[in-house]
């Protein structure tokens, strides 16, 4: 099941490019730039940080972190895809701050406790080992620095649609079809905790969107996709429920609300040598 899920495996997708271009689109949306601001606050990440972001793809976060550190600080941005990374390479380059390096998220290298952050976001839903990934950047970060994790929940999704039931039908068995953990926003405080984080804190927050901007109408258009691919509905039901959404925005009853789970905890300061 879980190999069904795309970003596992981005440079083996026939549609990688159009997934990058995703990941872009969904960073220039006003309202996801608000959202990673309040995140970045909550973990926090402070001026002069060295800030690792695991599973950073073209980068969209990195440039989010790099005015935040300011100069003294320093942003490392690591993904497991080559033609994600090529993408952060060209988007990020005029940046000094930035560093890119190839690397799958349980296999970090980096010396232990060099980070005073390390960050995951929209990622951990994705890996096969969440625990092995979150402990890893555990290890790199120092005693007393932070890690935040953030997530959607595909469990807590709310959009408005005149045919509810086929609604749920779709957007529930993609979902399921296609994620290991389609829930996992919900289980990240207590992956810290399991990794031993101290102090871990839960903020739940929404993207919310009543106009159909690009992201949220690439996204249902995926999913309808992905849902004739699955054999959950045909192609003609798919454009059928596609169009629901242009009309109800047309009567101006469009809602679409996506919560994400932030978790940030603190990696306890190094145990005291036993007398
Ligand atoms: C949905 S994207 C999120 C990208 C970025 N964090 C953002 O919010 O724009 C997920 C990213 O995680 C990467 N990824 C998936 N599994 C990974 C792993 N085990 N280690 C490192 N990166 C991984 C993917 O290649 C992809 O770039």
Redesign the pocket.
């Known amino acids: 099941m879980s190999e069904r899920d795309p ?2 495996s ?1 440079d083996a997708q026939p549609n990688a490019r159009a997934m990058i271009a995703g ?1 872009e689109a ?2 220039a949306t006003p309202a996801q730039i608000r959202l990673r601001a309040r995140f970045l606050r909550f973990v926090p990440v402070r001026r002069g940080d060295r800030v690792l ?6 980068g ?2 990195l440039r989010d972190l790099s005015p935040r550190v300011g100069r003294g600080g320093a942003v490392v941005g ?4 080559r033609e ?1 990374l090529a993408t952060a390479r060209r988007l990020c380059k005029t940046d000094r701050r930035i560093t890119l390096r190839h ?4 296999r970090l290298p980096f010396a232990p406790g060099g980070f005073d952050v390390a960050l ?4 951990i839903l ?3 080992e969440p625990l092995a ?1 979150v402990r890893e950047m555990a290890r790199v970060t120092r005693p007393g620095g932070r890690l935040g994790l953030q997530d959607q929940d595909f469990g807590m999704l709310g959009v408005t649609h005149p045919d509810r039931e086929m609604t749920d039908h779709i957007l529930r068995g993609v979902v399921h079809h296609l994620y290991e953990e389609p829930y996992s926003g919900r289980r990240l405080p207590g992956l810290l905790r399991e990794a031993g984080l101290e102090h871990v804190r839960v903020r739940t927050d929404f993207f919310q969107d009543t106009t159909l901007e690009p992201w949220t109408k690439m996204f249902l258009e995926r999913r309808a996709e992905t849902a004739v691919r699955f054999g959950l509905i045909d192609a003609a039901t798919a454009q059928k429920w596609l169009d629901g959404f242009t009309a109800l925005v047309a009567a101006g009853g469009f809602v679409f609300t996506m919560t994400y789970f932030g978790a940030a905890g603190v990696k306890p300061a190094a145990a005291r040598r036993a007398r």
């Open positions: 970003w596992r981005v990941l969904r960073g972001e695991v599973g950073c793809g073209s969209v976060v690591v993904d497991v895809s994600i690397a799958h998220g349980a995951a976001m929209t990622v994705h890996v096969a990934v």
